[in-house]
C-alpha cells in the first residue's frame, strides 16, 4: 500500500510529479495564454471585483500566502490572506464586490468551514479550493475548484500543498485573463512554468541522496530557520512547519528581511539556516541575509536557481522554471524534513498531537 515506501509521506513526496500533472491536465491553454477551469464566475462579477479574501490554515494558508502574491499580480486584485479561526468578515466591504476563496485540502477543516459560513453570510460569493470531492467545504461554497492530488494518507500535507499552489496559480492567470489584466504572452510564460513544474520536482526527487547527506549533517542541531522573500517566505513558512511537525524539533520561518529585527539573537553555529534563492523570491537580497547568518557562523544551506551559490555550505539546484521555481524549493525542505525525522525514529505518518482533519474549532 505503501509502494515500497517507508512511510506515506515518503510516497507522496513522491507522488508530486503525478499530482501535479492531474491537477494542470485539460486546463493549460498555453498558445491563447489561457486557463479552462470549470467555474463559472460571471463576467461582469469578475470584472468588477474589487477584493479577494483567502481563508485557510496550517500548510493550506501557506498555498494562500503564494495564492494572494499571484492574483495581486497577475489579475491587480486586492488580496488578503486570513488564518482561518481568525476570520471576520469586515463591515464597509462591498460583499458584491468580494470573493472569499477557502482553501482546505480536506474540505472539513472546521475553522476553515466556519470562515465560509461566515463570507456566505455576508453575502460574498465564496470559492472551495480542495482535494476532496464532495467535502463539506464543497457542498457549502457558492463554487468549487478541484486540485486533483489524489488521497493523502500522512498526516503532513506534502502533495496537496504542491497541487494547491499550482491550481492557485491557474486561477490567478483565469483571473487575470477575464479582467484584462494579464497579456498572453505573460500568461503563457506562467502556463510555461507550471508545465515545465513535473519535470522540476522529479529533477529535485531524484537529488534525494543529496539531501539525505545535508540531513544527516545537521541532525542534531539545536534549532533549524528557513529564510526567503516573497514567494519565498511562504516556502520559508511551510518548509519550517513540515519540519517541526514531524521531526519535533523547534524550526521557524522568517521572512529574510526580518531577521536582523531580532531573530538573528538566536542564530549559532548550531542552527543551521535553509534559504530559499530562486526565481519570484528577490534571491540577490536574501544573499545578504545569508551573509548575515554566516558571519555569526550559522551554517547555510540553499534552494537555489542561481548561477553563483558560492557562499552555501550545501546547494540544493532548483532548475530554470521561472516562477514555480519556489514550488521546487519546497520539495527539497519536504525531503529535508522527512529525513531529519526518520534519522531520529519519528513516527511520521501520525506525528504526536495531531490529527489529519482537523474537525473542532
Ligand atoms: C500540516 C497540515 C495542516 C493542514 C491544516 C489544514 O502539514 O497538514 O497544517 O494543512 O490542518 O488542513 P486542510 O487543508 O484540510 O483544511
Redesign the pocket.
Known amino acids: 500500500e505503501k509502494g515500497g515506501y517507508e512511510h506515506y509521506m515518503l510516497k507522496e513526496i513522491h507522488e508530486q510529479p503525478t499530482a501535479l500533472r492531474q491537477a494542470i491536465s485539460g486546463r493549460l491553454d498555453e498558445l491563447h495564454g489561457d486557463v479552462d477551469l470549470d467555474i463559472e464566475l460571471p463576467e461582469e462579477y469578475l470584472q468588477s471585483l474589487e477584493e479577494i479574501q483567502i481563508v ?7 498555498a494562500g500566502m503564494v495564492a494572494a502574491q499571484l492574483f495581486e499580480e497577475h489579475a491587480s486584485v486586492r488580496t488578503s490572506v486570513e488564518i ?1 479561526s481568525e476570520y471576520e468578515f469586515q463591515g464597509g466591504r462591498d460583499p458584491w464586490r468580494t470573493l472569499v476563496v477557502a ?7 472546521a ?2 468551514l466556519s470562515a465560509l459560513r461566515k463570507a456566505n453570510r455576508s453575502g460574498a460569493r465564496t470559492l472551495a479550493v ?3 470531492v464532495g467535502s463539506t ?1 464543497t457542498r457549502e461554497a457558492d463554487h468549487t475548484l478541484y486540485i486533483r492530488a489524489g488521497p493523502e494518507i500522512g ?4 502533495k ?2 504542491a497541487s ?1 499552489v499550482a491550481t492557485l496559480t491557474l486561477l490567478s492567470v483565469y483571473l487575470g485573463r477575464h479582467r484584462s489584466e494579464l497579456g498572453s504572452s505573460r500568461a503563457s510564460d506562467v502556463l510555461a512554468s507550471v508545465r515545465n513544474l513535473p519535470g522540476a520536482v522529479q529533477q529535485a526527487l531524484d537529488a534525494e541522496s543529496q539531501v539525505l547527506e545535508v540531513a544527516e549533517t545537521y541532525v542534531d542541531s539545536d534549532a533549524f530557520f528557513f529564510i526567503g522573500r516573497e514567494l519565498g517566505y511562504p516556502v520559508a513558512l511551510e518548509g519550517a ?2 519540519l517541526k ?1 514531524i521531526s519535533y524539533d523547534h524550526a521557524e520561518g522568517f521572512a529574510a528581511g526580518e531577521l536582523k529585527h531580532g531573530p538573528l539573537a538566536l542564530v549559532t553555529p548550531n542552527t543551521p539556516t535553509l534559504a530559499v534563492l530562486t526565481e519570484g523570491t528577490r534571491s540577490k537580497e536574501t544573499l545578504n541575509n545569508v551573509k548575515e547568518v554566516e558571519s555569526r557562523g550559522s551554517p547555510v544551506v540553499g534552494c537555489s536557481s542561481l548561477e553563483d551559490g558560492g557562499l552555501l555550505d550545501a546547494a540544493f539546484d532548483v532548475p530554470e522554471i521561472g516562477v514555480m521555481e519556489p514550488l521546487v524549493a519546497n520539495v527539497y525542505l519536504q525531503l529535508f524534513a522527512y529525513h531529519v525525522a526518520n534519522l531520529k525514529g519519528r513516527p511520521i505518518d501520525k506525528p504526536r498531537n ?1 490529527a ?3 474537525t473542532v474549532e
Do not use: I, M, P
Not at 155 to 158: D, G, H, K, L, Q
Open positions: 485557510a490554515c496550517g500548510t493550506s494558508y501557506h482561518a482553501v482546505t485540502q480536506s474540505g472539513e477543516t475553522d476553515t480542495t482535494n476532496t467545504a498526516v503532513a500535507a506534502t496537496t500543498f494547491q512547519l513540515k511537525e495531531l489529519k482533519s482537523v
